[in-house]
């Protein structure tokens, strides 16, 4: 059974940091694309950055860029999204997402229809 995990969310005050983990189990993910999304009370699920199967290639939403960063460890099976100079506007539940199909080294993907497996979530919450 796959189960993606995520963990490392929590209350911080604005300016400040988390990082986000999201351990993959139940097959491995090393050749797939990976994302992370939220969603927010009352709005729909976005996009906040995706990363290609090598780590080469990423994507980010344009209010989060130069603040966060995503990146992946393949040998554990891992992604990560390290979220600098937090704001309010960034509370949401932050669920990561994984691809069933291999992709190639470049290939990175913004839309929540791309993707076949996802986490339950963790809460991140800024406060002002």
């Known amino acids: 059974q796959v189960q993606l995990v995520e963990s490392g969310g929590g209350l911080v005050q604005a300016g400040g940091s988390l990082r986000l983990s999201c351990a993959a189990s139940?097959?491995?993910?090393?050749?797939?694309?990976m994302g992370w999304f939220r969603q927010a009370p009352g709005k729909e699920r976005e996009s906040v950055a995706a990363?290609?199967?090598?780590?080469?290639?990423?994507y980010y939403k344009d209010s989060v860029k130069g603040r966060f960063t995503i990146s992946r460890d393949n040998a554990k099976n891992t992604v990560y999204l390290q979220m600098n100079s937090l704001k309010p506007e960034d509370t949401a539940v932050y669920y990561c997402a994984a691809r069933r199909t291999g992709d190639s080294g470049s290939d990175v993907y913004s839309t929540a229809r791309e993707y076949d497996y996802w986490g339950q979530g963790t809460q991140v919450t800024v406060s002002s």
């Open positions: 139940g097959r491995t993910f090393s050749s797939n694309a």
């Open positions: 990363i290609s199967w090598s780590g080469v290639w990423t």
